[in-house]
């Protein structure tokens, strides 16, 4: 399998679905901001509470990213559901003018690989057959963008200040000005 995406990257048979799943998570981005606006606006005063003390449903000690598990408790699913169906279209074009898509070698390759575990009865876990590489990609995506913003709320919470310090700069910093003149 290694093999196989290596001569594809080599190919660069990969830049043309890697740029069609990013002009198609482009147009749902805008599809997402309801999602987000939702899961702030249901929040209760409790959730927020907890949030600010970083407890979470994920930890029963202090949670650095309690936000970011909130969020994403809350929006995971309607995000994967929203950005799945456009990746997958993405992803069913034509990569060579062959008729095959990478929808087509994703299929393929997981029942190969799901074929070699149970011929060598390797201890893995097969592959969900039914698992499309749209929901996979944008899973992945997702667990990513989730990552980046868990790690931006730990340097938020690590030091509020430095983090707040622009923002009290644009709210009373003409106001410091005039009194320093």
Same mark, same amino acid.
């Not at 876990?125 to 996979?136: A, E, R, V």
């Given at each position: 399998?290694? +093999?196989?995406?290596?001569?594809?990257?080599?190919?660069?048979?990969?830049?043309?679905?890697?740029?069609?799943?990013?002009?198609?998570?482009?147009?749902?981005? $805008?599809?997402?901001?309801?999602?987000?606006?939702?899961? =702030?606006?249901?929040?209760? =005063?409790?959730?927020? %509470?907890?949030?600010?003390?970083?407890?979470?449903?994920?930890?029963?000690?202090?949670?650095?990213?309690?936000? !970011? $598990? @909130?969020?994403? !408790?809350?929006?995971?699913?309607?995000?994967?559901?929203?950005?799945?169906?456009?990746?997958?279209?993405? /992803? &069913?074009?034509?990569?060579?003018?062959?008729?095959?898509?990478?929808? &087509? /070698?994703?299929?393929?390759? +997981?029942?190969? @690989? $799901?074929?070699?575990?149970?011929?060598?009865?390797?201890?893995? !876990?097969?592959?969900?057959?039914?698992?499309? %590489?749209?929901?996979?990609? !944008?899973?992945?995506?997702?667990?990513?963008?989730?990552?980046? #913003?868990?790690?931006?709320?730990?340097?938020?919470?690590?030091?509020? @200040?430095?983090?707040?310090?622009?923002?009290?700069?644009? #709210?009373?910093?003409? +106001?410091?000005?005039?009194?320093?003149?």
């Amino acid at each position: 399998m290694l +093999v196989l995406l290596k001569l594809l990257q080599e190919q660069d048979i990969l830049k043309k679905p890697i740029k069609s799943i990013n002009r198609s998570a482009e147009d749902a981005a $805008n599809d997402a901001k309801p999602i987000f606006i939702d899961a =702030i606006t249901s929040m209760s =005063i409790k959730d927020g %509470l907890n949030i600010l003390k970083g407890k979470s449903i994920e930890k029963s000690d202090f949670d650095s990213i309690a936000a !970011t $598990n @909130y969020l994403r !408790t809350k929006t995971f699913e309607n995000l994967t559901n929203l950005y799945s169906p456009k990746i997958n279209a993405a /992803l &069913d074009k034509d990569l060579l003018n062959n008729g095959l898509s990478a929808n &087509d /070698l994703w299929t393929g390759i +997981v029942l190969a @690989y $799901n074929g070699a575990i149970f011929i060598h009865t390797i201890d893995e !876990t097969p592959i969900d057959n039914s698992l499309s %590489l749209g929901k996979f990609t !944008t899973e992945k995506a997702l667990d990513g963008l989730f990552f980046k #913003v868990g790690e931006e709320e730990k340097k938020i919470r690590k030091n509020p @200040y430095s983090w707040a310090l622009d923002i009290i700069k644009k #709210v009373f910093g003409s +106001v410091y000005e005039e009194e320093g003149n």
